[in-house]
């Protein structure tokens, strides 16, 4: 059984680094093919793509975000970690993680965190 | 990289058929059978329907089915059930620095 959970802070300020952990199980990092991604939801809009890391380290960053984002793994504790820095409100979002062809074997991410929610305030 | 382009809103009655369309570009999906798509109900995470234009992960219902042309892919719903009222997302692989590309989503309703 595959599980993920996300996890970070509720709540940071203007300017402040995001830095969010995905914790999973029911498959490897190290497998070929697999990659693990984070996606994001502000209230009320359409999901935006963040971020991807494959099993052999290759990373992949939405272009209008790349300069504000750093993805990184670590296989023995099965957890993949976003950093986002210099955060807005307009960051306010629910942030999912969700890995890519562990089921399927397919081009699509397969499962999905429940999310946590993100609210950049001051 | 833009959003791929979908209907706000699709509505259709109880046993009806629907299609939710996902435009593109030739960057995008016109260039590869790499599109998605994901249910998300009111207040959970979305879950994957179709990948790879056409594929039915196991436990989704053959009631949805995808196909693309050109620049657009398409969601079809049969046979529309209440629970089928939700929102769905497209998704395009657009190039191997952008390997993901949503859509603007849309809202199905069941009426």
């Known amino acids: 059984q595959i599980t993920l959970k996300e996890s970070g802070p509720s709540l940071v300020k203007p300017t402040q680094t995001l830095t969010l952990t995905c914790t999973f199980s029911g498959f490897s990092l190290n497998t070929s093919g697999v990659g693990v991604g984070w996606i994001r939801q502000p209230p009320g809009k359409a999901l935006e793509w963040l971020a991807l890391?494959?099993?052999?380290?290759?990373?992949r960053y939405s272009p209008s975000l790349n300069s504000r984002l750093t993805i990184t793994k670590d296989t023995s504790k099965n957890q993949v970690v976003l950093t986002m820095t210099n955060m807005d409100p307009v960051d306010t979002a629910t942030y999912y993680c969700a890995p890519r062809g562990v089921i399927t074997g397919t081009h699509a991410f397969d499962i999905w965190g429940q999310g946590t929610m993100v609210t950049v305030s001051s | 990289q833009s959003a791929l382009t979908q209907p706000a809103s699709v509505s259709g009655s109880p046993g009806q058929s629907i299609t939710i369309s996902c435009t593109g570009t030739s960057s995008d999906v016109g260039s590869y059978s790499l599109v998605s798509w994901y249910q998300q109900h009111p207040g959970k995470a979305p879950k994957l329907m179709i990948s790879e234009v056409s594929k039915r992960p196991s436990g989704v219902s053959n009631r949805f089915s995808g196909s693309k042309s050109g620049n657009t892919a398409s969601l079809t719903i049969s046979g529309l059930q209440a629970e089928d009222e939700a929102d769905y997302y497209c998704c395009s692989y657009a190039g191997s620095s952008t390997p993901f590309v949503f859509g603007t989503g849309t809202k199905v309703t069941v009426l």
């Open positions: 890391i494959y099993w052999d380290d290759d990373k």
